[in-house]
């Protein structure tokens, strides 16, 4: 359903996973959107999520400040959600997470938008005092209020859909290895349908939302981790051994990644995450400040899942039994 009073957007990393879907909505409604991103010639397939040159790439890199004040010229509403999952050369946590979010908040009030709209991640809160992400998002936080008081800030827990990250990676390592590493195996995740965490930040765009409020964003089924491993192997029709691994041992592993020339699968400091509950907050709850206080009825894994996660099996969707533990132990 188009919108009444479309609106120009600025979508910062809007090329990406959440990006896309958020983009898609956007279009639907009729909104005009810009899609800021450091390299808009890998960003053409957002085009076509709109209609003829209503959804257009256009270059920025948020630790410019000129390049940001140009994407969010004239727009009314503007969005983030650059985040990186490491440090890496001049893309910094305290870089993209803190001084890129003042930048994008301090321009968009320079600009005149009406709504501003950040993406964090769930239990940041939590889990700042023993992770330099988590406290990076958290100070991030407070910059984007400093800047622009009326923002959304959005929580979402780790993400599901097609082309999610997690996964689609604990699927490919159940693929490829005998055993499955676990680390941390009891602590509590409330895996989020990414469609829901699009229409979640549509709606804030839109000014449907109270501002100057965090949002923690939850699915309806909270689950170890253990369990999500248990999980995503029932779907990918694997039996790998779970391999328990203690957070010690599992932040020496790390480390010794962490020197090796390409991006490491696992980080001393996604090691540390591991350790905290990623649920949403009782506060939360309690004020509202979740899908259901937003109206949304969160999607459960059970629907989903099923319908990428076949990609993982022996011989794709035509397998339809489960392995016995010894002969996909010696399965590819």
Same mark, same amino acid.
């Given at each position: 359903?188009?919108?009444?009073?479309?609106?120009?957007?600025?979508?910062?990393?809007?090329?990406?996973?959440?990006?896309?879907?958020?983009?898609?909505?956007?279009?639907?409604?009729?909104?005009?959107?810009?899609?800021?991103?450091?390299?808009?010639?890998?960003?053409?397939?957002?085009?076509?999520?709109?209609?003829?040159?209503?959804?257009?790439?256009?270059?920025?890199?948020?630790?410019?400040?000129?390049?940001?004040?140009?994407?969010?010229?004239?727009?009314? !509403?503007?969005?983030?959600?650059?985040? #990186?999952?490491?440090? /890496?050369?001049?893309?910094?946590?305290?870089?993209?997470?803190?001084?890129?979010?003042?930048? !994008?908040?301090?321009?968009? /009030?320079?600009?005149?938008?009406?709504?501003?709209?950040?993406?964090?991640?769930?239990?940041?809160?939590?889990?700042?005092?023993?992770?330099?992400?988590?406290?990076?998002?958290?100070?991030?936080?407070?910059?984007?209020?400093?800047?622009?008081?009326?923002?959304?800030?959005?929580?979402?827990? #780790?993400?599901?859909?097609?082309?999610?990250?997690?996964?689609?990676?604990?699927?490919?390592?159940?693929?490829?290895?005998?055993?499955?590493?676990? !680390?941390?195996?009891?602590?509590?995740?409330?895996?989020?349908?990414?469609?829901?965490?699009?229409?979640?930040?549509?709606?804030?765009?839109?000014?449907?939302?109270?501002?100057?409020?965090?949002?923690?964003?939850?699915?309806?089924?909270?689950?170890?981790?253990?369990?999500?491993?248990?999980?995503?192997?029932?779907?990918?029709?694997?039996? /790998?051994?779970?391999?328990?691994?203690?957070?010690?041992?599992?932040?020496?592993?790390?480390?010794?990644?962490?020197?090796?020339?390409?991006?490491?699968?696992?980080?001393?400091?996604?090691?540390?995450?591991?350790?905290?509950?990623?649920?949403?907050?009782?506060?939360?709850?309690?004020?509202?400040?979740?899908?259901?206080?937003?109206? #949304?009825?969160?999607?459960?894994?059970?629907? !989903?899942?099923?319908?990428? +996660?076949?990609?993982? /099996?022996?011989?794709?969707?035509?397998?339809?039994? +489960?392995?016995?533990?010894?002969?996909?132990?010696?399965?590819?």
């Amino acid at each position: 359903m188009e919108s009444l009073d479309p609106k120009l957007v600025t979508v910062f990393g809007g090329s990406g996973f959440v990006g896309t879907q958020i983009v898609q909505l956007l279009a639907a409604k009729g909104h005009r959107i810009r899609v800021a991103v450091r390299q808009p010639n890998l960003a053409g397939h957002v085009r076509p999520l709109g209609t003829v040159g209503q959804v257009v790439p256009l270059q920025a890199n948020i630790r410019n400040r000129a390049s940001v004040e140009r994407a969010v010229a004239g727009a009314d !509403i503007v969005i983030n959600l650059v985040g #990186i999952g490491a440090n /890496r050369g001049a893309q910094t946590f305290e870089a993209v997470h803190v001084d890129g979010a003042r930048t !994008i908040a301090e321009a968009a /009030r320079a600009a005149g938008a009406s709504a501003l709209v950040h993406m964090s991640a769930l239990g940041v809160d939590k889990a700042a005092e023993i992770s330099a992400y988590a406290a990076s998002k958290l100070a991030g936080e407070a910059a984007v209020f400093e800047a622009f008081p009326k923002a959304v800030v959005m929580r979402p827990s #780790i993400l599901f859909g097609q082309g999610d990250g997690f996964f689609n990676l604990m699927a490919g390592l159940a693929r490829m290895f005998p055993v499955m590493p676990l !680390i941390g195996g009891d602590t509590k995740f409330q895996p989020a349908y990414v469609a829901d965490v699009a229409e979640a930040f549509v709606l804030a765009a839109e000014g449907q939302l109270k501002t100057g409020k965090v949002y923690e964003l939850g699915g309806p089924q909270v689950e170890t981790h253990r369990a999500l491993l248990e999980r995503i192997q029932r779907e990918a029709l694997r039996n /790998r051994p779970l391999l328990p691994l203690s957070f010690g041992v599992a932040k020496m592993l790390a480390s010794v990644m962490a020197i090796l020339p390409f991006p490491p699968l696992l980080t001393v400091d996604q090691v540390a995450l591991l350790s905290v509950d990623n649920v949403v907050s009782a506060a939360a709850i309690k004020e509202k400040r979740t899908f259901a206080g937003m109206g #949304i009825v969160p999607t459960a894994m059970d629907t !989903i899942l099923p319908t990428y +996660l076949w990609r993982f /099996r022996k011989h794709g969707q035509f397998d339809k039994t +489960l392995p016995s533990p010894a002969s996909d132990a010696s399965s590819a």
